[in-house]
């Protein structure tokens, strides 16, 4: 393992007997007989092949993320969404009650909220608002890492950024992962990278050792209900330890793994990136649109499959959308994101309703 993540992973990881289930004891294969996980031999109708445990990590669907993400496929580790890759990952490098992570509000509040239950510390250096959007505050973090009491393990970053739709530079995000070589890993979380034109850093992995890229199908192949994620480091050693002592024994089910394979399929990634550029279309279409009506005050640029708009009125709005049947995120409560509401990109009759209902709530 790389000094970079070598010293910042939890101690007892190193020597720790990783749980050895009975599906890492041998590949499935079918024509095999199994009698040695306790399953039950009699499949259910209408739910064949359901009795058995699915494998942890099968290979053949490595491969075919690896070939999604141009990587390799002993970098992967897959997990149930990048949700459960933000707590694996907390878990292997946070100390409970005396390590830290760091977070960019106003950004996804899942980070705050997996270091809080480990416990671990959260700390905060806001983005910054610049010219309209928002920008990372690069030396802010540098400088609270290096003068955190206690220490900052992991620096959660996510572009596009979750809510306000920003993607950050990368060679910004290069220098700030060069600069906590040795001090904290830099956690990438690239749920929206296809949405995006700044696209992946998937291909920094080999030259940046503390970077750790997360990804997901959830948004752009449309497998929000199957939970498939991962998360991609160019440490292979580190990605073996993982998989081996941080996983669940079954972490993936059955269904979600067929649902990846057939979402990762040429033909299907073929409609993928159709429905994608359809998406952004929507939302150069929709943004547009909302800047013509007098209760939109600012939409911020997204990169992503989503809009940040400040309102007049962002509640009295969302609350009108709810009553007639629609469902918007409301984030006036949040710190950097007053009397914002963001806005999901739907279909082109489903953005048509959101306009008729700002032009009644008008």
């Known amino acids: ?19 050895v289930s009975a599906g890492m004891e041998v590949e499935k294969d079918e024509t095999r007989i199994f009698m040695n996980a306790n399953e039950n031999p009699y499949m259910l109708p209408g739910l064949e092949g359901l009795s058995r445990y699915p494998e942890p990590q099968p290979p053949a669907l490595l ?36 390590d830290a992570i760091l977070i960019c509000p106003p950004t996804f ?28 505050d690069t030396d ?9 009491a206690n220490g900052i393990k992991i620096v959660f970053l996510c572009s596009p950024n979750n809510p306000t739709g920003t993607s950050f530079d990368h060679e910004g995000i ?5 600069k906590l070589e040795g001090e904290a890993v830099v956690v990438l979380d690239e749920t929206y990278a296809e949405f995006s034109q700044a696209g992946s850093m998937c291909a920094d992995l080999a030259s940046t050792p503390n970077l750790i890229i997360l990804r997901t199908l959830s948004k752009s192949y449309a497998l929000a209900g199957m939970r498939m994620g991962c998360f991609i480091c160019g440490d292979t050693d580190f990605i073996h330890l993982a998989r081996t002592k941080a996983l669940e024994a079954y972490p993936l089910p059955r269904t ?26 929507e939302r150069n279409r929709l943004e547009k649109a909302l800047q013509e009506s ?14 940040l708009v400040k309102m007049k009125d962002a509640t009295g709005f969302h609350a009108f959308a709810a009553q007639n049947n629609m469902i918007l995120r409301d984030f006036s409560d949040k710190p950097g994101t007053e009397n914002c509401l963001r806005i999901s990109i739907g279909t082109p009759e489903e953005n048509e309703r959101l306009l008729e209902l700002l032009q009644a709530f008008s």
Do not use: W
Request: hydrophobic share 45%; glycine share 6%.
């Open 1 to 19: 393992m790389t000094p970079a993540l070598h010293k910042l992973l939890r101690a007892h990881y190193h020597d720790l007997k990783g749980y």
């Open 256 to 281: 979600s793994i067929e649902a990846a394979f057939h979402a990762l399929s040429p033909e299907i990634s073929a409609i993928v990136h159709e429905n994608i550029r359809k998406i952004l279309a």
């Open 109 to 136: 509040g899942i980070y705050g909220v997996d270091a809080r239950s480990m416990p671990a510390g959260v700390v905060e250096v806001p983005l910054l608002k610049q010219d309209g959007t928002f920008t990372l």
């Open 140 to 148: 802010g973090i540098v400088q609270a890492v290096k003068n955190a």
């Open 174 to 178: 290069s220098v700030l992962c060069e």
């Open 63 to 98: 491969e075919a993320y690896a070939r999604a993400y141009g990587v390799e496929a002993d970098q992967i580790v897959m997990t149930r969404g990048a949700d459960e890759a933000i707590a694996v990952l907390v878990k292997l490098f946070c100390e409970p009650h005396k």
């Open 294 to 307: 007098a209760q939109v005050v600012h939409i911020y640029p997204s990169d992503a499959n989503f809009l």
